[in-house]
Each structure stands twice: as structure tokens, then as C-alpha cells.
């Protein structure tokens, strides 16, 4: 049986309905192609190396903050750093950042930012501590 010859396209040439991922125009040309043109393809990088950038910009901001927060508290409560975690809510802490999370066997997980770690001692109370990447976890 004999094909038409203009049936027939290379291997890496078809119309995709993909569209161009800065611009929305529907691609033609090769399979794994996802920008019209050079020109489009810069410009979605750019922008998203930026959106990255904020990203990381703004998770860097929270974390100082919160180093910032437990050492200020370290100063105020200065009796074994047991602090109170509406006192850092109040200041702007965010419970929700930290550089690292180190699982302790026969205690509460020490959740370090930085170098200063705080675990939860009780409902609504935290202790602070002084950290370093030495320091034993126990
Ligand atoms: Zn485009």
C-alpha cells in the first residue's frame, strides 16, 4: 500500500498543540519544542529566574526575622530562654520557617534557625537555645 509522500513528516517534525510557554501561540516544529523563538524564550527565563529569586528573597527575610525574634527573646527571658510563643507571635515570628529540623529521641524536635533552636517544652511555651552545627541534638 502506497502513502501519500505528504503524509509523510521526519520523526521530529509535527504540528503540536502546544503553545508557546511565554506567549500562548501554538508551536509548530519539532516535539519538544516550547518557545517560538529565542526571543520568547529569554524572556519567559527572566521572568521566572525573578519570581525564583522573590521566592528565595522573601524566605530569606522570614528566617533573619526569626533569628532575630529568638534572640531578642534569649535576652528578655533570660532565665533557662523559656519563652512564651505568643510572646514571638507577637513580634512576627513564623512558626512555619526554620533551617532545620532535628528529630530527638527522648525529646521534642529541636527546630533550628540559624544558630539558635527553640523546642516546644509545653502547650505554648518554648525553650531557646544557642546552636552550632557541633552542637549534639540530645
Ligand atoms: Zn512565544
Known amino acids: 500500500m502506497m502513502s501519500h509522500p505528504y503524509a509523510i513528516e521526519p520523526d521530529d517534525t509535527i504540528y503540536t498543540t502546544l503553545n508557546c510557554m511565554n506567549c500562548g501561540v501554538t508551536l509548530i516544529g519539532r516535539r519538544d519544542k516550547k518557545f517560538c523563538d529565542d526571543h520568547c524564550r529569554s524572556l519567559f527565563h527572566n521572568v521566572t529566574s525573578a519570581a525564583h529569586y522573590n ?3 522573601k524566605t530569606h527575610t522570614i528566617l533573619r526575622k526569626n ?3 529568638l534572640n531578642l527573646a534569649m535576652s528578655v527571658f ?3 530562654h523559656v519563652v512564651p510563643a505568643h ?3 507577637q513580634r512576627g ?3 512555619q520557617h526554620c533551617t532545620q529540623k532535628i ?3 527522648d525529646d521534642s524536635p ?3 534557625c540559624y544558630d539558635v533552636a527553640y523546642r516546644w517544652r509545653e502547650q ?3 525553650q531557646i537555645l544557642f546552636w552550632s552545627a557541633d552542637s549534639r541534638a540530645a
Open 110 to 112: 529541636l527546630l533550628v
Open 93 to 95: 515570628f513564623s512558626f
Open 87 to 89: 510572646w514571638l507571635m
Open 67 to 69: 533569628r532575630r525574634i
Open 103 to 105: 528529630d530527638c529521641k
Open 55 to 57: 521566592l528565595i528573597r
Open 78 to 80: 533570660q532565665e533557662q
Open 124 to 126: 505554648g511555651v518554648v
